[in-house]
C-alpha cells in the first residue's frame, strides 16, 4: 500500500466551511466508485477551521500522476471538482493537483 498526504486551504468563511463540510458528509456515489476504480483504497479528509489535511491510500502499483489524471476523467469528478472550488481558496479552474498540495513525510515512527 502507498499514502499520499495533502494539504488545502478553503476559503475563510465560516458559512462556505459548512457547505463544504455538508458536501463532504454526502459525497456522491460516483465519486467513490471512481476513486476505487483508480486503485484508491480508502481517502479520508481532516479539518481544522479553514485547513484541510487528506490521507490517501492506494494500491501499490497507484502512480499520482497517471492515476489521478485518470480519475479526473471519470463520470462527475469534473462536475464534483468544480462545485467545490467554490470553497476552496485557490483559482477555481485549477486542477485537483493544483490546488491540493502533496506533503513530503518528515517522520515515521515506525523506521
Known amino acids: 500500500m502507498k499514502r499520499y498526504c495533502q494539504t488545502l486551504t478553503l476559503k475563510d468563511d465560516p458559512a462556505l466551511i459548512d457547505r463544504y463540510l455538508e458536501a463532504h458528509a454526502h459525497v456522491w456515489p ?59 481558496g485557490c483559482d477555481p479552474h485549477a486542477t485537483s493537483a493544483e490546488k491540493w498540495q502533496l506533503m513530503d513525510k518528515i517522520f515515521d515512527s515506525e523506521k
Open 30 to 88: 460516483e465519486i467513490i466508485a471512481g476513486q476505487h476504480e483508480v486503485g484508491i483504497l480508502s481517502m479520508q479528509i481532516y479539518a481544522l477551521h479553514n485547513q484541510l489535511f487528506m490521507i490517501v491510500d492506494t494500491v501499490d502499483d497507484f502512480d499520482w500522476e497517471r492515476d489521478m489524471q485518470r480519475l479526473s476523467t471519470l463520470p462527475r469528478q469534473a462536475e464534483w471538482e468544480a462545485y467545490v472550488s467554490q470553497f476552496q
